[in-house]
């Protein structure tokens, strides 16, 4: 572990160590070719230096996207837990041929590191909007792992603060780097459907309720050496420690204090590509209506343009699946890595590139072009912002039962105090923003 200690140095160890460094100089300097950038290295000076903060095992397998790329360091990981502080150590220095991966308990102390460029954050979602914050006043540009906002305020919040510190931010909504999604996107957005009618998401599949969230029966503490139970809770209401929330990752406070994620979970995917395919990236739609006895929910654009969001129904293309319908033709994928047509006319003699799963490769590389040129991701803090509104403010209609009108400028419900209430939530001291 790393101190923020200052240490004396004596005025014999000085001259020493000052005579040492003088002699080197003197001495011929051998750099290997790899750290010149030949022989297919990166020079040094072009590497980007990355820590991660809180990595679990959708964390790690971020992490082994970011290990191959050749102008990556990894260099630092903070986590609550023990157990996966040493595991991600172990896989970075097996990865190095080292040891110099650091450990940290307190993920301040990773920030604090004047040579780390940027962070992977995959905590669970009570730590995601603070952490990245926290990252971006700390100077790093920021790959964080979904849903990135618990409600709205903290939604706008992230992106105000992205904008203000001119940092990077990438979500962990990988879909929008894949080939299939991209080109369904593509016919949606450029009028190859006519106009556009509706955009379907599929919600979370294994519990898609939106209750507020609760306490588990209390357990035996852990000792902290295994488990730091307070900054493992973070900005989240505090609980007696119990396994299973520890084993959870933090599943459970999603939103607006909620539980269960309702359209938030799988919404951070489907319903941002629904938004990208609407043309919807600055905004979200205006008008929320309540779940149906079929298990639907609907949103309006201003466009008119319908977002449904469906549990059945569905082509056999993957887990989840998006539609886009337009007055002249629809297409829908999902992540087998195929996609249907309504006509092959709108595939114009194309081979869309077939890749199953949701792998995060090009995601990572989106990121990492980006720190490099300072450019905007395809997942950029603005847009994850207008997605998770989107998605928080449904969430809302379905927990109230009742149809909601939204103000996307102001960003309020119109006429329902109750609403708007639930448009943000109190943190945890000390964890202020």
């Not at 790899?34 to 040094?44: E, F, M, W």
């Not at 509706?198 to 979370?204: D, Y």
Request: aromatic residues 8%; hydrophobic residues 40%; neutral net charge.
């Amino acid at each position: 572990m790393q101190s923020r200690k200052s240490h004396t140095v004596s005025r014999r160890k000085f001259l020493a160590t000052a005579t040492a460094v003088s002699a080197a100089w003197a001495a011929p300097t051998f750099v290997s070719a790899k750290a010149l950038g030949r022989d297919g290295g990166v020079p040094a000076s072009e590497r980007i230096i990355v820590g991660g903060i809180g990595l679990g095992n959708r964390g790690t397998y971020v992490l082994s996207c970011f290990l191959p790329e050749p102008d990556v360091q990894f260099v630092a990981i903070a986590d609550a837990k023990a157990n996966r502080r040493t595991e991600i150590k172990r896989i970075v220095d097996e990865k190095y041929g080292n040891s110099g991966c650091a450990m940290y308990i307190d993920f301040r102390e990773l920030l604090d590191r004047n040579d780390i460029d940027a962070v992977l954050i995959a905590t669970g979602p009570n730590w995601h909007a603070t952490a990245s914050m926290m990252a971006a006043l700390a100077g790093k540009d920021v790959y964080c792992e979904k849903p990135c906002t618990r409600n709205i305020a903290q939604s706008l919040r992230l992106a105000e603060t992205f904008r203000r510190t001119a940092r990077v931010f990438q979500a962990g909504t990988q879909r929008r780097s894949l080939p299939h999604f991209v080109f369904a996107i593509e016919l949606a957005r450029t009028g190859k459907l006519g106009k556009l009618t509706a955009v379907h998401a599929h919600p979370s599949p294994w519990d898609n309720s939106v209750k507020t969230s609760g306490w588990l029966p209390a357990q035996p503490q852990p000792p902290e050496s295994e488990i730091q139970w307070d900054l493992y809770l973070g900005p989240a209401a505090w609980r007696p420690y119990n396994q299973e929330i520890a084993n959870r990752g933090g599943e459970f406070e999603k939103g607006g204090g909620m539980v269960g994620g309702g359209v938030l979970e799988w919404g951070s995917h489907c319903v941002d590509l629904c938004q990208w395919a609407a043309n919807a990236d600055h905004t979200a739609p205006v008008e929320y209506h309540p779940r149906t006895p079929d298990n639907r929910s609907t949103a309006v654009y201003a466009s008119g343009t319908q977002l449904v969001i469906r549990e059945d129904g569905w082509l056999p293309l993957g887990s989840c699946p998006v539609r886009f319908e337009g007055e002249s033709g629809w297409v829908e994928a999902g992540d087998s890595g195929r996609l249907e047509v309504s006509s092959p006319a709108l595939l114009a003699g194309k081979r869309v590139a077939e890749i199953g799963g949701y792998p995060a490769t090009f995601h990572v590389r989106n990121f990492l072009d980006c720190v490099k040129t300072r450019g905007q991701t395809v997942a950029n803090a603005e847009v994850a912002c207008n997605s998770h509104i989107a998605c928080h403010a449904a969430n809302i209609a379905i927990f109230l039962n009742r149809t909601l009108k939204y103000d996307p400028e102001r960003h309020e419900f119109l006429n329902d105090d109750e609403a708007n209430r639930l448009r943000g939530e109190a943190l945890r001291e000390p964890w202020r923003m």
